[in-house]
């Protein structure tokens, strides 16, 4: 396990599951959290918008969630309101987020990842869907 190396990973999520792959494609087995049944801490996601150099907003996840339902579209809400909301509710916290020495991403596109990875990749590699992400040469597709 590449233990510098964290995505905070929905397995439900295609992004999720590509951006994973990619991770793998590349010979990095990092330290998986499946934030849906291991929730944050209040600390993880104040630290990881401040690497981002972002807002809570940012993280904020709309579709299939109660982000309607809680108000969260309201411009005036602070940071740690929406925090609050995202702790409450996990499914509100957008992923996969990715954690190097590189840096942290929403890696949305889940092409963001490559930028933080320390290995070239070592493959073909496809998305679910089929798509090719990598060829045969390791070459990013597109």
């Known amino acids: 396990m590449d233990t510098d190396i964290i995505i ?9 599951r590509n ?27 104040v630290d990881l918008i401040s690497r981002m150099t972002g807002s809570a907003r940012n993280l904020l996840r709309a579709k299939g969630t109660p982000f309607a339902e809680l108000g969260l579209g309201d411009g005036s809400l602070s940071d740690e309101a929406l925090i609050d909301e995202m702790l ?16 942290v991403k929403l890696c949305r596109p889940l092409e963001a990842v490559l930028d933080l ?4 990749q070592r493959g073909e590699l496809r998305k679910d869907d089929g798509e090719l992400l990598i060829d045969a040469h390791a070459n990013r597709v597109g």
């Open 19 to 45: 951006t994973l792959g990619l991770m793998r494609n590349c010979g990095i087995e990092p330290h998986v959290i499946k934030y849906r049944k291991t929730p944050p801490s209040r600390a993880m996601p």
């Open 88 to 103: 409450a509710h996990p499914i509100l916290i957008n992923r996969p987020i990715v954690v190097t020495l590189r840096g």
């Open 117 to 120: 990875l320390p290995r070239t």
């Open 8 to 16: 905070d990973h929905n397995p439900d999520c295609e992004t999720s």
